[in-house]
């Protein structure tokens, strides 16, 4: 790759803020005790129920886990970070456990066409789910630069990569476009910005559907606005943001995903990346506590930025 605003010619970068964090300021942090306590185990609420028709203007999204939701269109069905191991980690016996079972189980997924994967964070990079996706359904796999790699040595071959606002179309009638996002990337002490993070932006016919990824708060949001019009449903992340000195240039908290909302000008938002793995201070109710007294200061009603249930499904009629 040649040199660009994000990448100096060997690491990727952030334009305006580095969100760079050093040994010190990690020790700081996990030193500081300042973790609220998280329930072993929450059972989920909500059954799902998957529509089995989808009109041409319709969109059914439903809400797995974290950053994990399925989209589904009529003749194409999507994941966005798709993660369903029991932990947010490179082992199997330790790491962040999650304490919510998916939302759908992986045996009642409907075939799957394509699999967004914004970064490569073990909580949004799960390649044990993704080498069962190709095993079940082989999709196709679009990330961004950098990642494919990583995806190819785990016998992922049927990759995309995408550097910021390039765009890949798919069957004639759906463009997946890689946004900018506010983040970092790494899986080992030694890779750190070796590959790029980003959102995206799905559309498919008239629907237009905005996946953040991982993203701390800056004036891309506005740009995403400026450059692709308005959005029918954004997904934001409202969740591990806490401490703020440490995670503020990394991830959105609830207030500052309301005003990404409000940037992006979209008529609905959802939330995401919130009560499934134990990451940062936060507690597990705080990210929705906090966005309902966000929504509320800014007089936005609870129906236009909402969080689902576990397995609850989100019908779009555009």
Known sequence: ????????????????????????????????????????????????????????????????????????????????????????????????KRVRAPGIPFSSLPPIQLVLVSHNHYDHMDVRTLRKLVKQFNPLFITPVGNGHILHRN????????????????????????????????????????ALWSGFLLQRNKIKIYFAGDSGYEQHFKEVKEKVGIIDVAFLPIGAYEPRWFMKDIHLNPQEAVQAYLDLGTPQGIGMHFGTFHLTDE????????LAEALRVNGIDTHHFRTLEFGETFILRR
Do not use: Y
């Not at 463009?175 to 030694?190: E, L, N």
């Open 1 to 96: 790759m040649t040199k660009t605003d994000h990448f100096d010619g060997r690491k990727f970068f952030n334009p305006r803020v580095s969100g760079n964090k050093g040994l010190g300021e990690l020790l700081r942090w996990m030193t500081s005790g300042q973790r609220k306590k998280w329930p072993v185990h929450v059972e989920n609420k909500f059954q799902p129920h998957l529509p089995t028709t989808l009109d041409t203007n319709e969109a059914a999204i439903t809400f797995i886990n974290h950053s994990s939701f399925l989209i589904q269109f009529p003749g194409l069905n999507v994941l966005t970070d798709p993660v369903f191991s029991k932990r947010a980690s490179p082992v199997s016996w330790a790491g962040p």
């Open 283 to 290: 507690g597990i109710d705080e990210p929705q506590q906090a």
């Open 155 to 194: 016998g992922i071959r049927n990759v995309i990569e995408l550097d910021w606002w390039q765009s890949h179309s798919l069957d004639g009638d759906t463009t997946i476009t890689a946004t900018p996002a506010q983040h970092f990337s790494s899986r080992t002490p030694f890779d750190r910005n070796r």
